[in-house]
């Protein structure tokens, strides 16, 4: 076969390879995102200690993290958390996750890989679409305030940063977020709706800046934290992407059509 489909079965194979893994393990691995230490779950000393763990109490909402990841590689649909609360949990367990995976035995000397290179990238891009979603349902109140924040100051009563963004009237609010409600639909796997004709403009230009607002490390904006990990990032901006893709797309059929009817009128008026 060519490349390009070798490449492609690869990359399904290891989908159902992490899935399997996942699966076949799920008890065990939640118990090392809750594990308190002092040890590891087979009494060694703890590895990967700049990765933060979640809570023991949270053990029943990082299995259904677990869960959802792994309707997410066998491509389904998937529920995201019920709760703000729990999709803080979420986004805290999946990040801690996609950390702790090894794909190759150089990632980490002295523990062996967990699962094949193709596994690890397929089970650290759904973590990555977990934790945008959970991300981004704990926190879209905010996120749609700061959007359609008019300044001078931000929505904690500092200075705004990345100000060369440009960022929508309140009158937008509405509409802002309804694209947010998509935004994580479509990371849990399925598209629930487009933007109405007064709409397309607005979820375009909102796509724009929260694809550029979005910091994946503490060094792309000096003064604030990271909002999500590299993965996370990737995904939500993928997303966004189509939604700024159809946004354009909408923009030049719209502006062909007009076009088209002025040739018509013209010709008419001949």
């Given at each position: 076969?060519?490349?390009?489909?070798?490449?492609?079965?690869?990359?399904?194979?290891?989908?159902?390879?992490?899935?399997?893994?996942?699966?076949?393990?799920?008890?065990?691995?939640?118990?090392?995102?809750?594990?308190?230490?002092?040890?590891?779950?087979?009494?060694g000393a703890l590895?990967?200690?700049?990765?933060?763990?979640?809570?023991?109490?949270?053990?029943?909402?990082?299995?259904?993290?677990?869960?959802a990841?792994?309707?997410?590689?066998?491509?389904?649909?998937?529920?995201?958390?019920?709760t703000?609360?729990?999709?803080t949990?979420?986004?805290?367990?999946?990040?801690?996750?996609?950390?702790?995976?090894?794909?190759?035995?150089?990632?980490?000397?002295?523990?062996?890989?967990?699962?094949?290179?193709?596994?690890a990238?397929?089970?650290r891009?759904?973590?990555?679409?977990?934790?945008?979603?959970?991300k981004?349902?704990?926190?879209?109140?905010?996120?749609?305030?700061?959007?359609?924040?008019?300044?001078?100051?931000?929505?904690?009563?500092?200075?705004?940063?990345?100000?060369?963004?440009?960022?929508?009237?309140?009158?937008?609010?509405?509409?802002?977020?309804?694209?947010?409600?998509?935004?994580?639909?479509?990371?849990?796997?399925?598209?629930?709706?487009?933007?109405?004709?007064?709409?397309?403009?607005?979820?375009?230009?909102?796509?724009?800046?929260?694809?550029?607002?979005?910091?994946?490390?503490?060094?792309?904006?000096?003064?604030?934290?990271?909002?999500?990990?590299?993965?996370?990032?990737?995904?939500?901006?993928?997303?966004?992407?189509?939604?700024?893709?159809?946004?354009?797309?909408?923009?030049?059929?719209s502006?062909?059509?007009?076009?088209?009817?002025e040739?018509?009128?013209?010709?008419k008026?001949?």
């Amino acid at each position: 076969m060519s490349s390009a489909a070798a490449k492609a079965l690869c990359t399904l194979l290891g989908q159902f390879e992490a899935a399997g893994k996942l699966m076949s393990n799920r008890a065990k691995v939640v118990q090392d995102i809750t594990n308190p230490g002092p040890k590891g779950l087979n009494g060694g000393a703890l590895t990967q200690l700049d990765l933060t763990r979640v809570d023991g109490k949270h053990s029943a909402s990082v299995d259904r993290m677990l869960t959802a990841v792994c309707g997410r590689l066998l491509g389904k649909v998937v529920a995201g958390p019920s709760t703000p609360e729990e999709a803080t949990v979420w986004a805290q367990a999946a990040m801690f996750e996609s950390g702790r995976i090894q794909g190759s035995a150089a990632e980490m000397p002295g523990r062996a890989p967990d699962m094949s290179s193709y596994a690890a990238t397929g089970l650290r891009t759904a973590l990555g679409q977990i934790e945008a979603a959970s991300k981004l349902m704990s926190n879209r109140e905010r996120v749609v305030q700061d959007i359609t924040n008019p300044g001078p100051q931000n929505i904690d009563g500092k200075a705004l940063t990345q100000t060369q963004l440009k960022r929508l009237d309140r009158q937008h609010q509405a509409s802002v977020d309804a694209m947010m409600k998509e935004v994580c639909s479509r990371l849990l796997g399925t598209e629930t709706s487009k933007p109405s004709l007064e709409q397309v403009q607005v979820w375009g230009e909102a796509a724009r800046f929260f694809s550029a607002r979005i910091q994946a490390s503490a060094g792309a904006c000096p003064g604030r934290g990271a909002d999500m990990s590299s993965g996370a990032a990737m995904a939500m901006r993928t997303v966004l992407g189509q939604i700024i893709r159809f946004s354009s797309e909408s923009k030049m059929s719209s502006a062909a059509a007009a076009a088209l009817c002025e040739v018509v009128a013209a010709h008419k008026g001949s």
